[in-house]
């Protein structure tokens, strides 16, 4: 099928509970039951009575790391965020394949479950040098016409404390990189004016979007999180700056909550989220009515860190769900929001809510609602990105 043949999907179920057909052209939504029946040379696809859904974006994930699709990694035993780190440092060498060929295994079945886009956080240390980003650069370039990629140079093993690390997070900005990343100021470097004044010095100077790692627990969570949104402020750089994790917020409730989001909508310093294991798990509701941007991930995919994790984001829309305790309609479906709507306007892309006009990027389900979709968990009978099927029950076609 070519890229922008119109295609006609028959007996949708709309998000209202109605049952229609849909017509896309030229990537896009072009009608919801068209008065003129379908254009010349249009497709025609049975979407059998599914469920259309927005695609949801995996806003936080480290393809790089993944073991996705080898054989099995026996994990070490950790205690603290400096075992795991570590301990990954020690299992590369027992993980085969090429970081191209993992993190590529890895995309296509994201893609094949409905995701439409990721932010890859990438290591860069000087033990790796650059090969992760080029490997994960080869792998999504190789991709773009099923998935949008954007590769942050994350400094893993530390920014400040492992010199080389910042003259190889430049270099990786034109090797490949999008987004320059940081990690814990106070807890991995122990140096908060030394990390942030590198990272918003280096973001002015080469025009490109942070994402700050923070896994800082309270008090010092919460300074480096008002620092953050205070350099954020003063560089100019509102709405190009992202703290994932944010471990800390999600110890804070009543006056506190609402005072630190308050002050992260305002500098416009959006979150993210992976509702993953016992790590805490952020108040989205709370954050979201604020004004806060939050988008949610799926962190670590069967690396040395955890055997868990498959990078199917309806499945992490569920494990924010349980995680938060959703249990109304609005509730749950609040969390595929986070999920969709949430990660494409972190991503920076175009909405897609079905409306006319819109991108025609969507999934098609097995579920009488959004609702009932994030507890169900189907597997997308459809995936469609530019209004072209890419996939069919979970598995990439074409």
């Not at 060498?93 to 993992?102: D, H, L, T």
């Not at 010095?201 to 300074?223: F, K, Q, S």
Request: glycine share 12%.
């Amino acid at each position: 099928m070519a890229p922008h043949t119109p295609v006609l999907f028959t007996s949708v179920l709309t998000g209202d509970g109605r049952i229609a057909d849909l017509l896309t052209a030229d990537g896009r939504i072009a009608a919801w039951d068209p008065p003129a029946g379908p254009p010349a040379g249009c497709v025609t696809v049975d979407a059998g009575g599914a469920l259309a859904l927005p695609s949801p974006v995996d806003a936080h994930i480290h393809p790089d790391k993944t073991t996705w699709g080898g054989p099995w990694l026996s994990r070490e035993p950790a205690h603290s965020l400096r075992d795991l780190i570590d301990g990954d440092v020690r299992s590369r060498s027992r993980i085969p394949g090429s970081a191209a060929e993992r993190s590529g295994a890895l995309m296509d079945n994201a893609v094949a479950h409905g995701t439409r886009a990721m932010r890859a956080h990438v290591d860069v240390a000087p033990v790796y040098g650059l090969s992760a980003v080029h490997g994960v650069r080869e792998a999504a370039d190789a991709r773009g016409d099923l998935l949008d990629v954007q590769i942050v140079a994350f400094p893993q093993l530390g920014l400040i404390s492992a010199p080389g690390t910042s003259d190889l997070l430049v270099r990786a900005l034109s090797e490949g990189a999008d987004i320059l990343g940081g990690l814990d100021p106070l807890g991995v470097d122990g140096d908060l004016d030394g990390q942030l004044g590198f990272l918003f010095g280096t973001a002015v100077r080469e025009n490109v979007p942070l994402d700050i790692h923070l896994h800082d627990g309270n008090p010092d969570g919460v300074r480096q999180l008002a620092e953050i949104a205070r350099r954020t402020v003063d560089a100019g750089l509102e709405g190009r700056v992202t703290v994932s994790h944010a471990f800390c917020v999600a110890d804070l409730a009543g006056d506190e909550l609402a005072a630190t989001a308050g002050v992260l909508a305002e500098a416009g310093v959006a979150l993210t989220t992976c509702a993953l294991g016992a790590d805490p798990v952020l108040p989205t509701g709370p954050l979201t009515g604020h004004g806060v941007l939050v988008a949610a991930g799926s962190d670590g995919v069967r690396d040395a860190w955890s055997p868990f994790g498959d990078g199917n984001m309806v499945n992490r829309a569920h494990l924010l769900a349980y995680r938060t305790d959703a249990r109304t309609d609005a509730e749950l479906t609040a969390c595929y929001d986070v999920v969709a709507q949430g990660g494409a306007a972190l991503l920076g892309l175009e909405p897609s809510r079905l409306a006319v006009g819109d991108p025609a990027d969507f999934i098609l389900v097995a579920a009488a609602s959004a609702a009932a979709a994030v507890v169900d968990r189907p597997v997308p009978r459809l995936v469609v990105r530019g209004g072209r099927v890419i996939a069919r029950d979970g598995r990439l076609v074409g």
